[in-house]
Nanobody, 115 residues
Framework: QVQLVESGGGLVQAGGSLRLSCAAS????????MAWYRQAPGKQRRLVAA???????NYADSVKGRFTISRDNAKNTVYLQMNSLNPEDTAVYYC?????????WGKGTLVTVSS
């Protein structure tokens, strides 16, 4: 079955950086678009960044210029490099993909940015 496992979250000071990883299994990774979403306390889950199978990317306006999504098809892993973090980036970050018309999610990794 499809499994997505996130890692790399933690506590960081404002202005700092983190790199999230999402290891995927159960899919033909190189053929799948992948995405990162985040959900802050009391708020809806929202798209942060996405990358197509061909490597095209798109970002939420709030993270453009600070976050970079990338993928390593040899490792079945998608990354989210997060720079210049601020407290508004505090959230649980989820990895997402779609397979056969269904959405799949990881369990999430918590990112906390202190001021």
């Amino acid at each position: 079955q499809v499994q997505l496992v996130e890692s790399g979250g933690g506590l960081v000071q404002a202005g700092g950086s983190l790199r999230l990883s999402c290891a995927a299994s159960g899919i033909i990774f190189s053929s799948n678009a992948m995405a990162w979403y985040r959900q802050a306390p009391g708020k809806q889950r929202r798209l942060v960044a996405a990358i197509t199978s061909g490597g095209s990317t798109n970002y939420a306006d709030s993270v453009k210029g600070r976050f970079t999504i990338s993928r390593d098809n040899a490792k079945n892993t998608v990354y989210l490099q997060m720079n210049s973090l601020n407290p508004e980036d505090t959230a649980v970050y989820y990895c997402n993909t779609k397979s056969r018309g269904r959405d799949y999610w990881g369990k999430g990794t918590l990112v906390t940015v202190s001021s």
